[in-house]
């Protein structure tokens, strides 16, 4: 690739000023920029009675804004048709280009590089870096950004916009397939729990208690569980100090947790292998399904469906969030249906190939997701 020539933006971009009064009887869309270089966004719509602002800038299709709170992670883009004719506060400042010379989708492009962003950071002021780091305009247009001919401009864009529009589609057609798979899990179940009878927790999964000795100089990894079905996760060791009075649980590969103060959003999950040696606290509720009736991924999935959830929500009473308490008993005289263990098994085979499909698409996202940042490195990097 031959050298391009550096330009500073205050050679390509002027300011504009479209502030007007803020109208108490009038309405004005908000717009907001997402970070990593993704971009305006409608926001909110607000009465003019209902912002603290003054005065408000309006913006017009083909403007070029930025964050200046959060320029350092990238919050710059254009401003597109369907928010033309919107608003912002005064910590977005508006730019036009000379569309002589530069390309608006080039500029885009370029402010979505993590490199471009570091030098943003480089020149921010504030008070802490993460709360008040203002990039102001006097640093926007030192930038320099290297300009080709306007159009090698244009064929780039048009060919990082092809590429993205491709990546969309993978990312779609994975979306699809997975929703697909849910679908027929879902249609199985409903299937499988058909006419089965109803038995409690009790019977099926009861409780276990595995209370672990404490010794202050020992050491001891404790274990959480996500939200919505997602699983668990590893948190810090706890020294034996930091026990304190507090009763800690050993978790085994296979049991069935629920977390007694989340559990009605879903933290119901499978301990893992690799979650092996690991602890929870009291507000961890242990279950051990038993092998002659029942299996943990097929209890699990049924309290993750809305029956499920909402049975676990009728266990759960109190107010919102740590107010929200599943009790023991409550749990363990939960009833659920129960189809004989030879059909549990073949739902679970399917649950186990989904999850294979889903771990493949992955590493398939995680692929096409690096796909355009690698591209535009190439392209800006000399």
Known sequence: MKAWPSVKLGELLEQIDRMERVDPDASYQLVGVRLEGNGPFIR?????????????????????IYSRLFAWRGAFGLITEAMDGCFVSNEFPIFRADQRRLELGYLARWFQLPSVWRKVEENCTGSTPTTRNRFKEQFFFDLEIPLPPLTEQQALVARLDALAEKT???????????????????????????????RPMAEVAPLVRREQSIDLNGRY?????????????????????????????????GDLLFSNVFAWEGAIAIAQPEDAGRFGSHRFITCQANPELTTAAFLRYYFLTDEGVLKIGEASPGGAGRNRTLGLEKLMALEVPMPTLAVQQTFDRLQTEIAALKAKHTAIREANAALLPATLERVFTQ
């Open 221 to 253: 990894p404790e274990l959480g569980i996500r939200s919505f079905g997602k699983g668990t996760f590893h948190k810090p060791p706890l020294s034996g100090g930091d026990v304190g009075t507090k009763r800690l649980y050993s978790i085994e590969p």
């Open 44 to 64: 909110e719509t607000v009465a003019g009675t209902e912002t603290s602002a003054a005065r408000l800038n309006q913006v017009r299709a083909g403007d070029f």
């Open 168 to 198: 969309r589609q993978v990312e779609a057609h994975l979306d699809a397939v997975e929703r697909d798979a849910e679908h027929l899990l879902a249609l199985r179940f409903r299937d499988a729990i058909a006419d089965a009878p109803l």
